[in-house]
């Protein structure tokens, strides 16, 4: 059987260098391929002895922590969730919602009145502005509250809680950022001082962040050099050497010639991509990327076909993550010649998967010059946490 999903060194090479025009383009310009989005954040790498209010809500379940600094460690010391869905969100006002949130943080045992400052991560699509906060653009994952669009997350969210009897303290000020900024963030407690940061997700879903100098941010027509996270929503690169399957995925899917880089390589996908290989065979109709692992790792139990197929599907999508990483370096080492060593901090269930975070280091050693070194952060729990609190007290 041919090998459709086959990536041979020239064309990861050529993925690589197509990405690295597009990050470009939308550090030029909004509205582009690649977003771009700037977090108005300056992340602190040292942190004096202090407690802060975090928040996660990432369209499952919204979560809410205290996190603890102390001798320059971070540490969540209590932890609740509740769901919080489409679902569960059917027709709510932003004055439900945000009582929902406050009844939860409510029961932290650990919030008093020493806890002054909130970290939230928030992961629908959002424009950061100056202060930390966040104007949300649009809902996405089912949710719809229509009144919260267009209007800042935190500052409506703070105003709420700082009239909410039930909680025993005064907040002063929140930051909010998304999930692959909060990964990015949490790479930053690393023990070793890196020339850059890179912030990864490969999940149900994908997305890049780095550090970027604010002068090489073009459209923010800023001379500063001081560095701040920038979110590329990089999930929507459209990467060549694409397959007909991939083009068969993407038309029927409900956002059609969209996110074409997440359709071919996250965790959402990569099953219905199996599935439409073998669209003439009965397959379950939620197959997924752990079935697609059951799959590999059980080849007696399986038609050899298929544990060929499973393996190249999940394969290819390591060797492109590799590629957009090589072509997020080629940004940070155009903007600063003197990069070598770089820190990637990654999340996600399907990067930590099996031999997923290995078949990426290796195709980046074969991508990247000797001179450039790609160090993988260790796995940090809760980086979504972890990330929000070093946010909260930028």
């Not at 703070?158 to 002063?172: A, D, M, Q, V, W």
């Not at 850059?196 to 073009?218: F, S």
């Given at each position: 059987m041919e090998n459709i999903f086959n990536l041979t060194p020239k064309e990861l090479?050529?993925?690589?260098?197509?990405?690295?025009?597009?990050?470009?383009?939308?550090?030029?310009?909004?509205?582009?391929?690649?977003?771009?989005?700037?977090?108005?954040?300056?992340?602190?790498q040292s942190f004096e002895d202090k407690k802060v209010l975090?928040?996660?809500?990432?369209?499952?379940?919204?979560?809410?922590?205290?996190?603890?600094?102390?001798?320059?460690?971070?540490?969540?010391?209590?932890?609740?969730?509740?769901?919080?869905?489409?679902?569960e969100t059917t027709g709510f006002s932003a004055s439900d919602l945000h009582r929902e949130m406050a009844e939860l943080i409510s029961k932290l045992e650990?919030?008093?009145?020493?806890?002054t400052q909130i970290g939230y991560c928030f992961s629908y699509p959002a424009a950061s502005r100056l202060n930390g906060d966040a104007i949300l653009l649009r809902w996405t994952k089912g949710i719809d509250i229509p009144e919260m669009s267009g209007k800042p997350v935190g500052?409506?969210?703070?105003?709420?809680?700082?009239?909410?009897?039930?909680?025993?303290?005064?907040?002063?000020?929140?930051?909010?950022?998304?999930?692959?900024?909060?990964?990015?963030f949490a790479g930053l407690l690393s023990k070793?001082?890196?020339?850059?940061?890179?912030?990864?997700?490969?999940?149900?879903?994908?997305?890049?962040?780095?550090?970027?100098?604010?002068?090489?941010?073009?459209?923010l027509n800023s001379k500063g050099e001081r560095v701040i996270p920038v979110n590329l929503e990089s999930g929507n690169f459209t990467p060549p050497y694409l397959t007909v399957i991939d083009g068969l995925v993407d038309a029927m899917s409900n956002n059609k010639g969209q996110q074409r880089f997440e359709k071919a390589i996250?965790?959402?996908?990569?099953?219905?991509?199996?599935?439409?290989?073998?669209?003439?065979?009965?397959?379950?109709?939620?197959?997924?990327?752990?079935?697609?692992?059951?799959?590999?790792?059980?080849?007696?139990?399986?038609?050899?076909?298929y544990v060929t197929v499973a393996r190249r599907i999940y394969v290819r999508s390591a060797k492109l993550v590799a590629a957009s990483i090589a072509g997020l370096v080629q940004v940070l080492v155009s903007h600063d010649e003197s990069v070598r060593n770089i820190c990637l901090a990654a999340d996600g269930s399907l990067f930590w998967s099996d031999d997923y975070s290995k078949l990426v280091s290796e195709e980046?050693?074969?991508?990247?010059p000797v001179e450039l070194n790609v160090t993988l952060a260790p796995k940090t729990e809760e980086p979504n946490l972890i990330g929000s609190a070093i946010a909260a007290l930028s």
């Open positions: 090479k050529n993925i690589a260098n197509a990405l690295q025009v597009k990050i470009e383009e939308g550090l030029k310009k909004d509205g582009m391929e690649i977003s771009d989005i700037p977090t108005h954040i300056d992340p602190k975090v928040l996660d809500w990432g369209g499952t379940n919204f979560r809410a922590a205290i996190v603890e600094f102390k001798d320059g460690k971070a540490s969540i010391i209590e932890s609740k969730r509740k769901p919080l869905s489409a679902k650990k919030l008093d009145r020493q806890v500052e409506l969210l703070l105003k709420y809680l700082n009239t909410y009897k039930e909680i025993g303290t005064s907040f002063t000020d929140i930051k909010v950022i998304n999930d692959t900024v909060a990964c990015l070793t001082v890196y020339d850059a940061y890179i912030g990864l997700i490969v999940g149900t879903g994908t997305n890049m962040a780095a550090l970027m100098r604010l002068n090489k941010i073009e459209k996250s965790g959402g996908y990569l099953g219905e991509i199996f599935r439409t290989v073998f669209c003439d065979r009965k397959i379950k109709y939620d197959l997924d990327s752990k079935d697609l692992s059951d799959i590999i790792n059980n080849p007696k139990n399986n038609p050899e076909e980046l050693k074969e991508l990247l």
